[in-house]
């Protein structure tokens, strides 16, 4: 059962309804490694796209689904577990609904070293199970998608005209061939 927002410590309602920028830019930021639960080998899925983003901006990320565990997902070998990560992650994100994301915050509570960040993707919220991940020390950001928020940090999602206010027909100019691709890095240096 997800508790109410009376049943709550006070303020973390209120903390988790808005992330200042420049929180979700330190997080990405000091993000190298991820374990991303829900993971689907479905191209069409959320879930999918959001691991080949992640990893195409030169985030590790390592998918976790007990059914598709052995397999590789982009390269990428699956696990089923969070207990079944080779190596420390940096981030859990959480791309199941909400009534399974207390069990999922728990176990990556189990491992050792903490991962720096809990990340529950959009309409992905426990408050209890946050609460707990912070009496621990663990960053949390709850109905947030990385994607999106890379994204509109780096300025991709402007760039496209989506957050610009400025609808047009012209096509973009790219600074050479392919796909062009924003960073959140400080410029001139690396994602540090």
């Not at 950001?141 to 300025?155: A, F, Q, T």
């Not at 005209?161 to 240096?189: D, E, H, M, Y």
């Amino acid at each position: 059962m997800i508790p109410t927002l009376d049943q709550v410590p006070d303020g973390l309602a209120t903390r988790h309804g808005r992330y200042a920028d420049a929180h979700i830019r330190a997080t990405l930021r000091a993000t190298r490694t991820i374990a991303l639960v829900g993971a689907s080998a479905n191209p069409a899925r959320p879930s999918w796209i959001v691991l080949k983003y992640l990893l195409d901006r030169g985030y590790v990320v390592t998918p976790v689904n007990p059914g598709l565990a052995g397999q590789t997902l982009l390269g990428r070998p699956v696990v089923a577990s969070l207990a079944e990560l080779g190596e420390p992650v940096d981030m859990v994100e959480i791309f199941r609904n909400s009534a399974a994301a207390g069990g999922l915050v728990d176990e990556a509570l189990a491992l050792d070293p903490l991962p720096k960040t809990i990340w529950m993707q959009l309409g992905v919220r426990d408050d209890a199970a946050a609460a707990r991940a912070e009496a621990r020390g663990v960053t949390v950001i709850m109905n947030r998608c990385p994607k999106i928020e890379y994204g509109r940090l780096s300025g991709e999602i402007g760039w496209t005209g989506v957050n610009s206010r400025i609808i047009s027909a012209k096509k973009p100019v790219l600074a050479g061939k392919g796909v062009q691709k924003f960073t959140i890095a400080p410029r001139g240096g690396g994602m540090d």
